[in-house]
Structures are given as C-alpha cells and as structure tokens.
C-alpha cells in the first residue's frame, strides 16, 4: 500500500505507519513560508510582523519535528532473527523486542482507534504505535479496513509462522 509504504524483501516486512503526516508536515511548510513572506509585502507594526515570524518558527520546527521522527518513522519484523526494530532512517535504529513477545492491541484515545504492539508480559506498559488514529468516520472505517487486511494480516503472517529448525 501507498500511505503505509508496505515493503517485504528477504524475510523482512517494514511498514512506515504514519504517512498522514505527510499533509500535516506540506500545511506547516506553507503557514511558515506565508508568515515569513507576509511581513516583507504587507507593512505591518513591528510587534505584529515579529509575533507572525514567530508563528512561523514555530511552524517550521513542528514540520521539521514530524518529517524526522514521525514520517520516516520505520517498523521492521525481520523473520531470519525473529525481532521487530524501530528505525529512523539516518538517526538510530533499536529492537523493541522478540516475534514471541510482541502482543497486537487496540488502544482508543478520545474515541479514535488506534492498534499498538506491546510486550505480552507487560500488555499495558511501554506500547508502540502501529497505526496512525481511527476516527469512527466513514472514511477513518474505510482506512482501518485497509490498515488490517493489508499491514495486520502481514504481520500476524509473519509472527505466526514457524520457523524451521537448522539441520
């Protein structure tokens, strides 16, 4: 799938769950350059071009914030040694935990769905992100529709498969 750049190569299923920041990040990059051009056409009082330059710094570290560590945010279940991994392209890479461990749950925050994987241990504990948020709309059912027939079949495939014995 397109938004969640489904990707299996090699015993390996990585997904990136948050392509619906890719328009959150272009309204932040567009409200930052408007508030920079703004005071250069428009001749404004000092204090009120300097609060719209602010808000356009702020926009921009928020687009800057959300393209490094949402966006390219990559979840990795590699089958050849059986442990999910949570990769920032370019900034770190870390194993979260083993295929025997993870444990699929549906968190709802403000009534909007969201699935999670967890350590079966500790269900509740420190939880992972899989999914952006499920609104109960239409369109939020139609996308978590193709959230579990495409990416979580793919990784219930993967986690409950058998892995052979070397001999």
Known sequence: MASYNLKAVDGKLSFQPNGVYKGKIISCVILA???????????????????????????????????????????????????????????????????????????TTNNDLQYVISNKKDRFGRNYAVSDYFPDTKKGRKRQEVFETEILDAINDMLFTVKAPNI
């Open 33 to 107: 350059a408007a508030a920079f051009i703004i005071p250069l056409v428009w001749p404004l009082n000092y204090e009120v071009s300097r609060f719209i330059m602010c808000i356009g710094v702020i926009c921009g570290f928020y687009a800057v914030y959300d393209f490094l560590f949402k966006v390219n945010l990559t979840y990795v279940f590699d089958e050849r040694t059986r442990e999910v991994y949570l990769k920032a392209p370019g900034l770190y890479s870390r194993k979260l935990m083993s295929f025997e461990e993870v444990y699929i749950l549906q968190e």
